[in-house]
């Protein structure tokens, strides 16, 4: 009797053992499914001091659009791009590249999750005749500092930018 109530407590232990410990889900790490954002935006610069007056007569920056072609990148740590990211791995850098279009505006398609993701924007230095008077032009060099935007998936983020 002794050997029944033995083998009959080890035949439940083992079979409590077997259903606890195999949980599918445990091993798996819930990943955010990959879609993508957009981040745009119109480029200014002061390329014409003469027409730096309002309606008034008052003095008024007037921002013309940069030159066509100016490039911008945007650049991400990937570890941005993963839900929970693993201390133990090394993320790579992402990079994204486009151009300021005719009418001044620069559009990435960006990789984007369900948490914010941090993206650098940078652009391009760009040299211009800028026009100090009727008759007076002077070359300018034109730098503006990187700028950050965050994305969640499927969200539009507009970032304009004045260069100095």
């Given at each position: 009797m002794k050997k029944n109530i033995f083998t009959i407590a080890l035949l439940s232990l083992s079979v409590l053992l077997i259903f606890t410990n195999c949980d599918k889900d445990d091993d798996e790490v819930a990943s955010d499914p990959m879609t993508?954002?957009?981040?745009k935006g119109l480029v200014e610069a002061n390329l014409n001091l003469t027409n730096d007056t309002n309606d008034?007569?008052?003095p008024?920056?007037?921002w013309e659009i940069a030159p066509a072609g100016t490039k911008v990148i945007a650049v991400i740590n990937s570890a941005f791009l993963?839900?929970?990211p693993d201390p133990a791995v090394t993320y790579q850098f992402l990079t994204y590249e486009?151009?300021?279009d005719a009418n001044g505006m620069y559009t990435f398609t960006v990789d984007a999750i369900t948490k914010s993701a941090n993206y650098t924007l940078k652009f391009d230095d760009f040299e211009y005749d800028q026009k100090?008077?009727?008759t007076v032009v002077?070359?300018?060099?034109y730098t503006v500092a990187d700028?950050?935007?965050?994305v969640v998936k499927n969200e539009t983020v507009i970032q304009d930018v004045i260069y100095n």
């Open positions: 993508t954002a957009t981040i008034a007569g008052l008024e920056t007037q993963v839900t929970n486009t151009t300021v100090l008077s009727a002077e070359r300018k060099v700028q950050a935007a965050s």
